[in-house]
């Protein structure tokens, strides 16, 4: 079993700084990335920032400059520092971690997913 669970989300105003945690816990063997992905009413969900174990970063459009994730691979936990918001920033914020998962074959990749956390950026 693993668990993802998020935290830090909240309500802050335009222009503020909010830092999400992503805490992975269980059966986790080693982590081939870890990541943000958001959706908001109506929309896809759609991915904000990714970190692999090597430490390389990739970032979703909307995220580019104003936010940085980063990893603690020794505790398993992702961060993701959140500057200068902006409403249309308004969504949940699911954790992904993408790990090897035992098969009766070996192991296989595999994507586990957070329940989200709620952001909302508005005065």
């Known amino acids: 079993q693993v668990q993802l669970v998020e935290s830090g989300g909240g309500l802050v105003q335009p222009g503020g700084s909010l830092r999400l945690s992503c805490a992975a816990s269980?059966?986790?063997?080693?982590?081939?990335?870890m990541g943000w992905y958001r959706q908001a009413p109506g929309e896809q969900r759609e991915l904000v920032a990714a970190?692999?174990?090597?430490?390389?970063?990739y970032y979703g459009d909307s995220a580019k400059g104003r936010f940085t994730i980063s990893l603690d691979n020794a505790k398993n936990l992702v961060y993701l520092q959140m500057n200068s918001l902006k409403p249309e920033d308004t969504a949940v914020y699911y954790c992904?971690?993408?790990?090897?998962?035992?098969?009766?074959?070996?192991?296989?990749?595999?994507?586990?997913w957070g329940q989200g956390t709620q952001v909302t950026v508005s005065s």
């Open positions: 992904k971690l993408g790990a090897p998962r035992m098969g009766v074959m070996g192991p296989y990749a595999y994507d586990y």
């Open positions: 970190i692999t174990a090597g430490g390389s970063t």
């Open positions: 269980g059966s986790i063997f080693s982590i081939n990335a």
